[in-house]
């Protein structure tokens, strides 16, 4: 339970934050939101030919991921504290937001921009927060 409530929660806050900026704004369109944050709609797109081979890969992996990570977490050894597995649940919840974009869109929209860094959603603050969560409670 404490790995299933967050990756709901940040597959869901992903796809609603993703919905409303796709509804809000045209690709490529921003509005500011304050002095260091930008609100752009950007899809991140590859070409035709790579998606199949792109699709059943990420698809595999994925898989393979959370496979792994399941058996690493039944083994008790690793990832037995609930931020450990919160985390890890953040990350599998992200991940799969990006996955079901690429698979779904065959694109990932991105939308938070800070000027100094690349352009970035929901998901990938999720799989970041959420590994190092994971790595910092390891034990």
Known sequence: MTLLLPAILAFTVDRLTKALVVARFAEGESACVGRWLTIRHLAARRRKNEMARTHAFSLLVWLSSLCILLFILYQGYFFQRSLAQAGL??????SAGNLYDRLGRGTVI??????WWPVFNVADIAITLGA????ATMR
């Open 132 to 135: 190092i969560a994971a790595l």
């Open 89 to 94: 649940g953040a990350a599998l919840g992200g």
């Open 110 to 115: 991105d939308f938070f921009d800070v000027g």
